[in-house]
C-alpha cells in the first residue's frame, strides 16, 4: 500500500506541475519561434533572443480577444460564486500564458487587436473600471511600461459597440480613448507602417461622425504613395464568401457572412466581417501587404484578390481558453529594420508564425481522472499479489480513449454563427430582445 500511496503523490505531483507550470513554457522552449529565425537554417542559438540579426528585424506579439468575464457573460448574478471562480480561472490562464508563454520570447512591441471586456461598453463606470484593473494585473502593463516595450491597441465589438451604438454611447467611446488612445492612427514598426483602424465604425451610416472619421483617416493614409509596407490593423476581419476555408490551423466551423440591422435606421446591430463593399474600399486606400484580425475568436488564414494583388489576412485566435476556441493562440510577427528596396519582396519584410497555447480544458480533464483514479485504485488494489501494473495499464489506456474521445470535443463551447449572433446581439444592443425591434434605445446604464 505505500508503494501505491507514493505512486499516486508522485503522479499527482508531476501532473500539477505540468498543467500549472510546464505546459506554458513548452512555446518558448520548443513549439514557436520568431519567424525570421525560423526561416534559417544556420542558427545554433537560442530562438527566443534572436541574436542572429540583432538589427534586422523589430519583434512584435499579437494577442487578441481577452474579454474578461463579467456579469454579462454567463448570465450569472454580479458578484456571485460561480462567476467569480470563472472569472479567477479564466484570469489565472491568461496571466500564465502571457508571463510565461508570451514574454519569454522578449519582443519589442505588443499589439492588442481588440476585445479586452466582454460587457465593455454596456458595464457602468465603476464596473468598467473594475475590469480594466484586471486587465492591467493579468498583462502587467505598468512592468511592460517599465521594460520598454511599445504596446498598442485598437477598439473591439466588446469595448464599444457595433455602429448602431457608436453614437448612442459616446461615453463609453471617451472613457476608452481616454484610457487606450485614439482609435485611428498609424505607427513605425522597423521599416514596417502599422494602420490601425476601428474596423465597427466602417459600415455605419456615411454621415455619422464616427464612420466618417474613420474613412477619412482612411483617405489620408492613402494619399501616402510611399513604398513602405504596411499592415492593416482591423478587429473584425475583412470579408469572404461564404464557406472560405481557414487552412489547416483552425479547430471550429467555419462561420459565414452574417449582418443584423436596427429596423428603424438599418444601422449595424451584429456582423461577423466587414461588408464586401466596405473591405473592397478598404484594401485599395490602404494597400496593405498583410492583414492582422481578431474578432472570429479561432484561427484563420485567407488570402484577399485586390487590384493591388493578392493579400493574405492572419486572423489570431482568442488568448482566453473560454471563448470557445479548444486551442487559444497568439502570433509572432518579425518586421523588418532594413529599407524595403533591399528586400526581395513583402515576405521578407513582414513574416509571421502562429503560436499555440495549452489546451486547458485537457488538462481539467486529466484532474479529474486522476481524482477518480485516486479514489477508485485503492478499492481496487489486488491483495491475491496480481500485479497492479496490469490494472493501471487497462485503466490509463481507457482514460486516454475518453480525452480523446468526441465527447470533450463536442463539449467545448464553439463560436458558432447562430451562437455568436444572439450572444452578441442581445449584449451589444444594450439588451434588445429581437433584431429587428423598430426603436432601439440605448443601454439604460448611466455613465459618470
Known sequence: ??????????????SLLYGEMFAFWVPPLWTCSWPHLSRSSTTSSSPMNGVEYPGDYVKVAVVTDPQMMDKT???LAPKSLALEIAQFYTDLFMRRAFMASVLPFKPNVILFLGDYFDGGFILSDEEWQESLSRFKRIFDLNMLEGANIQVYYIPGNHDIGYAAFLSRTPEAIRRYEDEFGTRNYRFTVGKVDFIAIDAQALDGHSQGSQ???T????????KDTSLTPRVLLTHIPLYRPDETSCGPQRASPVINQRVSRAAHNQEILYQNYITEEATNNLLDLIRPVLILSGHDHDQCTVTHMSKHGPIREHTVGTISWQQGNLYPSFMLLSATNLSFPNASGPEDAISTHLCFLPVQLYIYIWYLCLFVLTLLVPLLWPTSGMRFSNH????????????SSHIFRGGTKEKNDDENCEYDMIWDAGRINAPYQENLEAPSYKFK
Open 1 to 14: 500500500m505505500w508503494n501505491l500511496t507514493a505512486f499516486l503523490c508522485v503522479l499527482w505531483a508531476a
Open 73 to 75: 457573460s454567463l448570465h
Open 211 to 213: 464612420t466618417s472619421a
Open 215 to 222: 474613412w477619412n483617416f482612411i483617405k489620408n493614409v492613402s
Open 392 to 403: 493501471f495499464g487497462d485503466l490509463m489506456g481507457y482514460i486516454r480513449s475518453l480525452i
